[in-house]
């Protein structure tokens, strides 16, 4: 029903800035929801940040001040600009989107994950 596209994850050290793009193609849906969650090895995935169709924003503690997501108007893109990097925001970042069918049916759908690695 829906495809996740994940762009802009790399290597960058400590300080750094990193900007991470997904984008929803396909049909039939409606988006409600779409956000950022990483997992590291050996350990839960857990949320990053989300925008919901409304513009309403929710963040982890962690990255609070940090970092900012948000969604081109144009398209069914999300964005998480990535800002003063930690090497604790090392992980696997995957792109979710929460959507809303022509069937009435919510459903998750989960990117393929970008690396994302910040240096000391």
């Known amino acids: 029903q829906v495809q996740l596209a994940e762009s802009g994850g790399g290597l960058v050290q400590a300080g750094g800035s990193l900007r991470l793009s997904c984008a929803a193609s396909g049909s039939g849906f409606r988006i409600i929801v779409m956000g950022w969650y990483r997992q590291v090895p050996g350990k839960q995935r857990e949320l990053v940040a989300t925008?919901?169709?409304?513009?309403?924003?929710n963040y982890a503690n962690s990255v609070k001040g940090r970092f900012t997501i948000s969604r081109d108007k144009a398209e069914n893109t999300v964005a998480l600009q990535m800002n003063s990097l930690k090497p604790e925001d090392t992980a696997v970042y995957y792109c979710n989107a929460r959507i809303f069918t022509d069937s009435f049916v919510i459903s998750d759908h989960w990117g393929q994950g970008t690396q994302v690695t910040v240096s000391s």
């Open positions: 925008i919901t169709s409304n513009g309403s924003t």
